[in-house]
């Protein structure tokens, strides 16, 4: 049953009286409370400051204490502090704190270390005059303390000591500049004062706030007899000009700025508190004795929690909802329902049968009757009929008293549609229902789980179960196996927007929009959502309102479109960040959380988070700690980094998030952790910048470290050019080397050359025999004498022209094979008539040889063979012959052999006429000295073989083998 719109306006009046006069009923706003076992070191605390890097710090009587929003950091005498009762701390303009003790003495605390008296110069010259209370710094940048007899001024570095002129109260009294940067004195007040940013002074006397600017002192505020009769520890004006006041035994007094003489919101009533302030966020700081510290959040006046510290409620709130009448009902896990109006809190009688365990799942009212749904069943509870029982469904078959865990309830056309475990049907409330009654409609009791019921305007209803989502018409159900891949968790809310789209909430994967049997879009944490788990959704007009475990995500949803989401969590009011159910109106929203109800002013806006103050608190490049205010540059073996920092927020400590990057191009790295590190890096320029924020605000401005990494000296650009002129030197160097071993190469080569040629000219010599000369000429000369003219004309003939072919060949170094073997056919037809037919010879030429092409080396072959006519063939009485065969022996090279069947070479030696073996010896040891300066010049294989043709016979005969190259050049 929906509300008519005249009843939600007359809700939201009702809604909107009661918490304007909040102060009527007993009501709490939402703090946070810190003591000694969040880690303070004492729950006594005598003064709070919150420094310019935003650090809060407490001092205690057991030392002080510094909180970043999540750790307390805790200094005693151990650590350096002058001793452990510090009454006042302050900050001066260059960042140190100043902490002054009970008995006298001062240290302060600056870049990571405390100074005293035993180890900073200035700090052993301040005097001890017994107890200091207040701390100062003027225009001068001078520092007062505050003693009980006058003052201590620290003026550079040196010190004196200036006596109050009057004391009618016990304590040096205050010391404020005005704007001529002249001190003025205060003395007669009773503790309580603040500096405010413009340096004027904030202070309580007798009955009275009063506020010391220049030189003139004006009232601000005259307090009643009720709170003036109380002991005034301290107060403080915040940014939105609120005047608070902390007192010794009655809580905390705040009046507003608007209005001083408006009555003032009084909260911790009853607690004795020490001192107060604010800090940059606007939270509100009070000190404790013996209770700790509290933070009262900017959302005093907008957010009211109920739990065990002020009502009934318990901190597991599971349910809410809110009457026809205005009231809001709480369903909590112990199975007790609480009533809250302007009377207070009440706890409903309804019957519970002493569970320790039963959460209230749901809770629908109709007129006067609550059916209420919970872990063992549903409970009818009608005080004006005067029920209160366990409704037992008679047509169950699967418990004899038919009561199963409810979870959800929904309101339909035809009663209180029910989704149980495993079952899901309807039953009538338009009769009186007493313990047991029909289901008139169980139209799914299918085994399987069973999650959350919705019943649309056109009367469908809708179910989820661990099949995914299904759809009751009245006749038929419908399942819609589209949602499945989207909702692998299960759905566990549904409701309807205005134009018809179902909204799922699912365990896990975030926000479904479901509309014409398609998901039309899907909101998760990626998109804004705070968490993917979500639990309830609560739609007023066109605002969604979705209850995760991580606060309580909202948006508009118009036309398909959703506009720019906000968020409840612990920073805007909520008693815890986990979220159970949610109810939303025009004027008012109620969020069921783990710590409790929290009721919230819907009328008033959203004010965006500030982004955390961000620091790198370390930097360290292996184990060296450095400074994040200089720029590095580190050796390519110092390539890894670690960095710690810290974001501070008081708001929402546990929503801080942080990234990352190394250059302004690269993709941002996103972390929850307070340290990263950086191993490895390769070379080059890096510019770490670390940004942080907190749910829903904004980035904070990056701050950044900027450092190198040198590449090894091997790739550095002067290694690069020594390599460069190291290698040019190199190459000049082997470029000399070659030219001076190609020139000496040449010398050789020109040197061997010369020495060819003039072996060739010394073979050439030896090849005109003189016996062979003056046999020819013989020959030719009895030719003549017998008057054969025609015979002595031929051998003229081929006389001249072997004289005219040694003189041509004679000034090449070599020659085709073609005319070398023409000149020995030559040579050797000559030798022939000389011994007629006692002489035969032959030259064999491979076929695979060009003649024309193939090279020898000049007058090579003519001195074996004439070695083989004279020595070999000559001392024969018979026949002689001498066989040439030319032949390829392998690749580019040409084998000779010169075969003679003569006496052989030992033989030969024995009977040779000694000047024609002067001569023939003196050939061959020309040709074997011509073939050693041929293989050098070559560089390749030339060898010469000399042996017995015929060893076996007695005339041996003998055998000559040459090897050459075939590609010699001319």
Same mark, same amino acid.
């Given at each position: 049953?929906?509300?008519?719109?005249?009843?939600?306006?007359?809700?939201?009046?009702?809604?909107?009286?009661?918490?304007?006069?909040?102060?009527?009923?007993?009501?709490?706003?939402?703090?946070?409370?810190?003591?000694?076992?969040?880690?303070?070191?004492?729950?006594?605390?005598?003064?709070?400051?919150?420094?310019?890097?935003?650090?809060?710090?407490?001092?205690?009587?057991?030392?002080?204490?510094?909180? %970043?929003?999540?750790?307390?950091?805790?200094?005693?005498?151990?650590?350096?502090?002058?001793?452990?009762?510090?009454?006042?701390?302050?900050?001066?303009?260059?960042?140190?704190?100043?902490?002054?003790?009970?008995?006298?003495?001062?240290?302060?605390?600056?870049?990571?270390?405390?100074?005293?008296?035993?180890?900073?110069?200035?700090?052993?010259?301040?005097?001890?005059?017994?107890?200091?209370?207040?701390?100062?710094?003027?225009?001068?940048?001078?520092?007062?303390?505050?003693?009980?007899?006058?003052?201590?001024?620290?003026?550079?570095?040196?010190?004196?000591?200036?006596?109050?002129?009057?004391?009618?109260?016990?304590? $040096?009294?205050?010391?404020?500049?005005?704007?001529?940067?002249?001190?003025?004195?205060?003395?007669?007040?009773?503790?309580?004062?603040?500096?405010?940013?413009?340096?004027?002074?904030?202070?309580?006397?007798?009955?009275?706030?009063?506020?010391?600017?220049?030189?003139?002192?004006?009232?601000?505020?005259?307090?009643?007899?009720?709170?003036?009769?109380?002991?005034?520890?301290?107060?403080?004006?915040?940014?939105?000009?609120?005047?608070?006041?902390?007192?010794?035994?009655? !809580?905390? /007094?705040?009046?507003?700025?608007?209005?001083?003489?408006?009555?003032?919101?009084?909260?911790?009533?009853? #607690?004795?508190?020490?001192?107060?302030?604010?800090?940059?966020?606007?939270?509100?700081?009070?000190?404790?004795?013996?209770?700790?510290?509290?933070?009262?959040?900017?959302?005093?006046?907008?957010?009211?929690?109920?739990?065990?510290?002020?009502?009934?409620?318990?901190?597991?709130?599971?349910?809410?909802?809110?009457?026809?009448? !205005?009231?809001?009902?709480?369903?909590?896990?112990?199975?007790?329902?609480?009533?809250?109006?302007?009377?207070?809190?009440?706890?409903?009688?309804?019957?519970?049968?002493?569970?320790?365990?039963?959460?209230?799942?749901?809770?629908?009212?109709?007129?006067?009757?609550?059916?209420?749904?919970?872990?063992?069943?549903?409970?009818?509870?009608?005080?004006?009929? $005067?029920?209160?029982?366990?409704?037992?469904?008679?047509?169950?078959?699967?418990?004899?008293?038919?009561?199963?865990?409810?979870?959800?309830?929904?309101?339909?056309?035809?009663?209180?549609?029910?989704?149980? $475990?495993? =079952?899901?049907?309807?039953?009538?409330?338009?009769?009186?229902?007493?313990?047991?009654?029909?289901?008139?409609?169980?139209?799914?009791?299918?085994?399987?789980?069973?999650?959350?019921?919705?019943?649309?305007?056109?009367?469908?209803?809708?179910? =989820?179960?661990?099949?995914?989502?299904?759809?009751?018409?009245?006749?038929?159900?419908?399942?819609?196996?589209?949602?499945?891949?989207?909702?692998?968790?299960?759905?566990? %809310?549904?409701?309807?927007?205005?134009?018809?789209?179902?909204?799922?909430?699912?365990?896990?994967? !975030?926000?479904? /929009?479901?509309?014409?049997?398609?998901?039309?879009?899907?909101?998760?944490?990626?998109?804004?959502?705070?968490?993917?788990?979500?639990?309830?959704?609560?739609?007023?007009?066109?605002?969604?309102?979705?209850?995760?475990?991580?606060?309580?995500?909202?948006?508009?949803?118009?036309?398909?479109?959703?506009?720019?989401?906000?968020?409840?969590?612990?920073?805007?009011?909520?008693?815890?960040?986990?979220?159970?159910?949610?109810?939303?109106?025009?004027?008012?929203?109620?969020?069921?959380?783990?710590?409790?109800?929290?009721?919230?002013?819907?009328?008033?806006?959203? #004010?965006?988070?500030?982004?955390?103050?961000?620091?790198?608190?370390?930097?360290?490049?292996?184990?060296?700690?450095?400074?994040?205010?200089?720029?590095?540059?580190?050796?390519?073996?110092?390539?890894?980094?670690?960095?710690?920092?810290?974001?501070?927020?008081?708001?929402?400590?546990?929503?801080?998030?942080?990234?990352?990057?190394?250059?302004?191009?690269?993709?941002?790295?996103?972390?929850?952790?307070?340290?990263?590190?950086?191993?490895?890096?390769?070379?080059?320029?890096?510019?770490?910048?670390?940004?942080?924020?907190?749910?829903?605000?904004?980035?904070?401005?990056?701050?950044?470290?900027?450092?190198?990494?040198?590449?090894? /000296?091997?790739?550095?650009?002067?290694?690069?050019?020594?390599?460069?002129?190291?290698?040019?030197?190199?190459?000049?160097?082997?470029?000399?080397?070659?030219?001076?071993?190609?020139?000496?190469?040449?010398?050789?080569?020109?040197?061997?050359?010369?020495?060819?040629?003039?072996?060739?000219?010394?073979?050439?010599?030896?090849?005109?025999?003189?016996?062979?000369?003056?046999?020819?000429?013989?020959?030719?000369?009895?030719?003549?004498?017998?008057?054969?003219?025609?015979?002595?004309?031929?051998?003229?003939?081929?006389?001249?022209?072997?004289?005219?072919?040694?003189?041509?060949?004679?000034?090449?170094?070599?020659?085709?094979?073609?005319?070398?073997?023409?000149?020995?056919?030559?040579?050797?037809?000559?030798? #022939?008539?000389?011994?007629?037919?006692?002489?035969?010879?032959?030259?064999?030429?491979?076929?695979?040889?060009?003649?024309?092409?193939?090279?020898?080396?000049?007058?090579?072959?003519?001195?074996?063979?004439?070695?083989?006519?004279?020595? $070999?063939?000559?001392?024969?009485?018979?026949?002689?012959?001498?066989?040439?065969?030319?032949?390829?022996?392998?690749?580019?090279?040409?084998?000779?052999?010169?075969?003679?069947?003569?006496?052989?070479?030992?033989?030969?030696?024995?009977?040779?006429?000694?000047?024609? #073996?002067?001569?023939?010896?003196?050939?061959?040891?020309?040709?074997?000295?011509?073939?050693?300066?041929?293989?050098?010049?070559?560089?390749?294989?030339?060898?010469?073989?000399?042996?017995?043709?015929?060893?076996?016979?007695?005339?041996?005969?003998?055998?000559?083998?040459?090897?050459?190259?075939?590609?010699?050049?001319?």
């Amino acid at each position: 049953m929906k509300l008519s719109y005249l009843q939600k306006l007359i809700i939201s009046f009702a809604l909107l009286l009661w918490i304007s006069i909040g102060n009527i009923v007993a009501q709490e706003v939402t703090y946070k409370h810190f003591s000694f076992n969040n880690g303070l070191p004492s729950a006594t605390i005598y003064y709070i400051l919150q420094d310019q890097k935003g650090f809060i710090w407490f001092g205690t009587d057991a030392g002080v204490s510094r909180f %970043d929003g999540n750790k307390f950091v805790n200094y005693t005498m151990s650590e350096g502090l002058s001793e452990n009762e510090i009454l006042s701390i302050g900050e001066d303009s260059m960042g140190r704190i100043w902490f002054l003790g009970f008995n006298g003495t001062v240290s302060y605390y600056h870049s990571g270390k405390i100074h005293n008296s035993s180890n900073d110069i200035l700090v052993s010259k301040i005097p001890n005059k017994g107890t200091l209370q207040y701390f100062y710094e003027d225009a001068y940048h001078r520092i007062w303390f505050s003693t009980l007899d006058g003052y201590i001024i620290l003026d550079n570095k040196d010190v004196k000591f200036e006596l109050a002129s009057a004391i009618p109260y016990v304590g $040096g009294g205050l010391v404020y500049s005005n704007n001529k940067k002249e001190v003025n004195k205060i003395h007669n007040f009773h503790k309580a004062y603040c500096y405010l940013p413009n340096k004027t002074l904030l202070f309580y006397k007798t009955d009275s706030v009063l506020l010391a600017s220049n030189n003139s002192i004006e009232l601000v505020l005259q307090l009643n007899k009720q709170i003036a009769n109380h002991v005034i520890t301290g107060l403080t004006l915040s940014e939105d000009n609120k005047l608070w006041i902390s007192t010794g035994g009655n !809580g905390v /007094f705040c009046y507003d700025g608007k209005d001083y003489q408006k009555p003032p919101e009084q909260y911790l009533d009853g #607690k004795v508190l020490s001192c107060i302030t604010y800090d940059k966020e606007g939270n509100i700081w009070v000190g404790s004795i013996n209770d700790g510290v509290y933070m009262l959040q900017p959302w005093y006046e907008k957010a009211r929690t109920y739990n065990s510290s002020n009502s009934p409620l318990q901190e597991n709130i599971y349910s809410v909802i809110i009457s026809q009448s !205005g009231d809001i009902y709480a369903g909590m896990d112990s199975g007790k329902v609480c009533k809250i109006n302007t009377h207070g809190v009440e706890v409903l009688p309804i019957l519970n049968e002493g569970f320790i365990h039963n959460r209230i799942t749901s809770i629908k009212v109709v007129d006067d009757d609550f059916f209420i749904g919970s872990d063992k069943g549903i409970i009818h509870y009608s005080p004006t009929k $005067g029920l209160n029982h366990y409704i037992k469904f008679s047509s169950s078959k699967h418990r004899s008293d038919a009561r199963r865990a409810v979870k959800d309830i929904c309101l339909t056309n035809q009663g209180i549609g029910v989704c149980e $475990g495993y =079952s899901v049907g309807i039953f009538e409330t338009d009769k009186n229902i007493h313990h047991e009654i029909e289901l008139i409609n169980k139209f799914d009791s299918s085994l399987i789980r069973k999650y959350s019921i919705f019943a649309t305007a056109d009367n469908t209803i809708w179910y =989820s179960a661990a099949g995914g989502l299904y759809a009751y018409n009245g006749k038929t159900i419908k399942h819609h196996p589209e949602i499945n891949k989207y909702a692998q968790e299960k759905i566990t %809310d549904i409701n309807q927007t205005n134009d018809g789209t179902l909204v799922l909430a699912t365990y896990g994967n !975030g926000i479904l /929009f479901y509309k014409n049997n398609s998901v039309i879009y899907v909101l998760n944490k990626e998109k804004g959502l705070s968490n993917n788990i979500c639990k309830r959704i609560a739609i007023n007009n066109d605002i969604i309102y979705v209850a995760t475990a991580n606060g309580v995500s909202f948006f508009e949803y118009k036309a398909g479109k959703i506009k720019e989401l906000n968020y409840y969590t612990t920073s805007n009011g909520l008693a815890s960040n986990n979220v159970n159910d949610i109810y939303a109106d025009d004027s008012v929203i109620c969020v069921a959380t783990s710590g409790g109800l929290t009721v919230l002013n819907a009328l008033t806006k959203i #004010k965006k988070n500030t982004p955390p103050l961000l620091y790198i608190t370390t930097a360290k490049c292996l184990d060296q700690q450095i400074s994040t205010d200089s720029t590095y540059s580190f050796g390519y073996k110092k390539n890894s980094l670690h960095f710690n920092y810290i974001a501070i927020s008081y708001r929402a400590p546990e929503s801080i998030q942080y990234k990352y990057r190394l250059n302004s191009k690269d993709e941002w790295m996103y972390t929850r952790n307070t340290s990263v590190d950086l191993l490895y890096l390769p070379d080059g320029k890096y510019q770490f910048e670390l940004s942080a924020r907190v749910l829903d605000s904004d980035w904070s401005i990056p701050v950044s470290f900027s450092f190198t990494i040198k590449p090894p /000296f091997w790739r550095t650009y002067f290694f690069y050019a020594s390599c460069v002129i190291g290698l040019i030197l190199v190459l000049f160097i082997l470029l000399r080397y070659r030219n001076r071993k190609a020139e000496t190469k040449r010398n050789e080569e020109l040197k061997i050359k010369n020495q060819i040629v003039l072996l060739e000219q010394q073979a050439l010599q030896a090849m005109m025999n003189p016996h062979f000369i003056f046999n020819v000429m013989n020959t030719i000369q009895q030719a003549i004498n017998n008057s054969d003219a025609y015979k002595a004309n031929v051998y003229l003939s081929d006389f001249a022209k072997l004289i005219r072919l040694n003189l041509d060949i004679s000034v090449r170094s070599a020659i085709p094979l073609e005319e070398e073997i023409s000149y020995l056919e030559l040579y050797l037809s000559l030798e #022939k008539i000389r011994f007629g037919d006692r002489l035969s010879y032959n030259i064999s030429v491979d076929k695979d040889i060009d003649e024309y092409e193939t090279l020898i080396p000049v007058m090579l072959l003519q001195p074996f063979i004439e070695n083989a006519i004279w020595h $070999g063939i000559l001392p024969l009485s018979t026949n002689g012959h001498v066989q040439i065969n030319i032949i390829k022996a392998k690749k580019d090279y040409l084998q000779i052999t010169i075969t003679d069947n003569g006496k052989g070479r030992h033989e030969a030696s024995k009977s040779a006429i000694i000047q024609v #073996k002067s001569h023939i010896s003196r050939g061959m040891t020309l040709t074997k000295q011509r073939l050693e300066l041929i293989g050098k010049i070559t560089q390749k294989e030339v060898s010469l073989e000399i042996t017995d043709a015929y060893p076996e016979q007695v005339n041996k005969g003998t055998l000559v083998k040459l090897l050459l190259p075939s590609n010699l050049v001319d």
